[in-house]
Protein backbone atom coordinates (compact mmCIF):
# COMPACT_ATOMS: atom_id res chain seq x y z
CA UNK A 1 0.00 0.00 0.00
CA UNK A 2 1.45 3.56 -0.75
CA UNK A 3 1.46 6.39 1.46
CA UNK A 4 0.94 9.26 0.22
CA UNK A 5 2.41 11.29 3.32
CA UNK A 6 5.89 10.66 2.47
CA UNK A 7 8.01 13.24 1.69
CA UNK A 8 8.80 11.54 -1.91
CA UNK A 9 5.58 11.37 -2.91
CA UNK A 10 4.75 15.00 -2.52
CA UNK A 11 7.95 15.86 -4.09
CA UNK A 12 6.68 14.13 -7.10
CA UNK A 13 3.41 15.29 -6.87
CA UNK A 14 3.91 18.85 -7.36
CA UNK A 15 6.22 18.26 -10.34
CA UNK A 16 3.20 16.29 -12.72
CA UNK A 17 4.91 14.43 -15.68
CA UNK A 18 2.15 15.16 -18.26
CA UNK A 19 2.16 18.55 -18.13
CA UNK A 20 6.30 18.86 -17.87
CA UNK A 21 6.52 16.53 -21.13
CA UNK A 22 4.26 18.32 -23.19
CA UNK A 23 6.43 21.73 -22.29
CA UNK A 24 9.65 19.73 -23.32
CA UNK A 25 7.72 19.00 -27.02
CA UNK A 26 7.33 22.51 -26.91
CA UNK A 27 10.93 23.33 -26.28
CA UNK A 28 9.72 25.27 -22.90
CA UNK A 29 10.68 25.35 -19.93
CA UNK A 30 9.47 22.43 -17.78
CA UNK A 31 8.88 24.63 -14.68
CA UNK A 32 7.27 27.22 -16.02
CA UNK A 33 6.87 26.60 -19.55
CA UNK A 34 7.55 30.10 -20.32
CA UNK A 35 11.34 30.40 -21.21
CA UNK A 36 12.57 28.73 -24.10
CA UNK A 37 14.81 25.30 -23.08
CA UNK A 38 17.16 25.80 -26.02
CA UNK A 39 20.12 28.34 -26.53
CA UNK A 40 20.45 26.59 -29.95
CA UNK A 41 19.81 23.62 -31.71
CA UNK A 42 20.14 21.43 -28.88
CA UNK A 43 22.27 23.43 -26.28
CA UNK A 44 20.12 23.31 -23.10
CA UNK A 45 20.21 27.08 -21.42
CA UNK A 46 21.75 27.06 -17.61
CA UNK A 47 18.77 28.61 -16.57
CA UNK A 48 15.58 29.55 -17.57
CA UNK A 49 15.19 33.15 -18.65
CA UNK A 50 11.83 33.58 -17.12
CA UNK A 51 11.24 32.15 -14.02
CA UNK A 52 15.08 31.09 -13.19
CA UNK A 53 14.79 27.17 -12.80
CA UNK A 54 18.66 25.79 -13.10
CA UNK A 55 18.29 23.50 -16.04
CA UNK A 56 21.75 22.22 -16.59
CA UNK A 57 21.52 19.27 -14.28
CA UNK A 58 20.34 17.28 -16.83
CA UNK A 59 21.81 14.62 -18.02
CA UNK A 60 19.91 13.56 -21.96
CA UNK A 61 23.24 12.26 -23.22
CA UNK A 62 22.50 10.13 -26.10
CA UNK A 63 18.92 8.92 -25.42
CA UNK A 64 17.22 11.38 -27.49
CA UNK A 65 19.73 10.62 -30.61
CA UNK A 66 18.39 6.45 -30.05
CA UNK A 67 14.84 7.27 -29.32
CA UNK A 68 14.84 9.77 -32.59
CA UNK A 69 16.47 6.94 -34.81
CA UNK A 70 14.09 4.60 -33.38
CA UNK A 71 10.89 6.11 -33.50
CA UNK A 72 12.13 7.83 -37.21
CA UNK A 73 13.16 4.07 -38.67
CA UNK A 74 10.02 2.71 -37.58
CA UNK A 75 8.44 5.49 -39.54
CA UNK A 76 10.22 4.97 -42.72
CA UNK A 77 10.65 1.55 -43.01
CA UNK A 78 7.33 0.97 -44.03
CA UNK A 79 7.00 3.63 -46.70
CA UNK A 80 9.77 2.04 -47.96
CA UNK A 81 8.27 -1.18 -48.52
CA UNK A 82 5.26 0.58 -49.85
CA UNK A 83 7.11 2.52 -51.90
CA UNK A 84 9.40 -0.17 -53.12
CA UNK A 85 6.31 -2.72 -53.67
CA UNK A 86 3.88 -0.53 -55.28
CA UNK A 87 6.20 2.11 -57.92
CA UNK A 88 9.35 0.45 -58.03
CA UNK A 89 11.57 3.55 -58.41
CA UNK A 90 15.27 4.00 -59.53
CA UNK A 91 16.96 3.08 -56.83
CA UNK A 92 19.17 6.26 -56.94
CA UNK A 93 15.85 7.86 -56.39
CA UNK A 94 13.96 6.36 -53.82
CA UNK A 95 17.75 6.58 -51.65
CA UNK A 96 17.32 10.29 -51.78
CA UNK A 97 13.62 10.58 -51.51
CA UNK A 98 13.96 8.54 -48.59
CA UNK A 99 17.35 9.83 -47.25
CA UNK A 100 15.71 13.06 -47.39
CA UNK A 101 12.61 12.51 -46.07
CA UNK A 102 14.48 10.48 -42.88
CA UNK A 103 16.83 13.54 -42.30
CA UNK A 104 13.50 16.40 -42.13
CA UNK A 105 11.95 14.37 -39.39
CA UNK A 106 14.70 13.52 -37.86
CA UNK A 107 15.60 17.39 -37.66
CA UNK A 108 11.75 18.07 -36.62
CA UNK A 109 11.70 15.81 -33.73
CA UNK A 110 15.37 15.77 -32.33
CA UNK A 111 15.06 18.62 -30.16
CA UNK A 112 11.42 18.14 -28.91
CA UNK A 113 12.21 14.87 -27.75
CA UNK A 114 15.29 15.85 -25.82
CA UNK A 115 13.36 18.41 -24.30
CA UNK A 116 10.79 15.53 -23.13
CA UNK A 117 14.13 14.19 -21.94
CA UNK A 118 15.03 16.85 -19.77
CA UNK A 119 11.23 17.39 -18.89
CA UNK A 120 11.55 13.87 -17.30
CA UNK A 121 14.48 14.22 -15.20
CA UNK A 122 13.49 17.41 -14.08
CA UNK A 123 9.79 16.44 -13.10
CA UNK A 124 11.41 13.23 -11.58
CA UNK A 125 13.81 14.67 -9.93
CA UNK A 126 16.85 13.41 -10.99
CA UNK A 127 20.02 14.13 -11.42
CA UNK A 128 20.11 17.23 -9.13
CA UNK A 129 16.43 18.60 -10.08
CA UNK A 130 16.15 17.72 -6.33
CA UNK A 131 17.89 20.76 -5.46
CA UNK A 132 17.08 23.59 -7.68
CA UNK A 133 14.03 25.21 -6.40
CA UNK A 134 10.18 24.55 -6.91
Known sequence: MRDDTSPTASMVDDRPLRPALARGWKRRCPACGGGTLFKGYLAVRRSCPVCAEELYHHRADDGPAWATIVIVGHLVAPVM????????????LMAV???????????????????????FQWSRRMHGFDRSSG
Open 81 to 92: LIVYSTFRPEPW
Open 97 to 119: GLSLGFLCITLYLLPRIKGMFVA
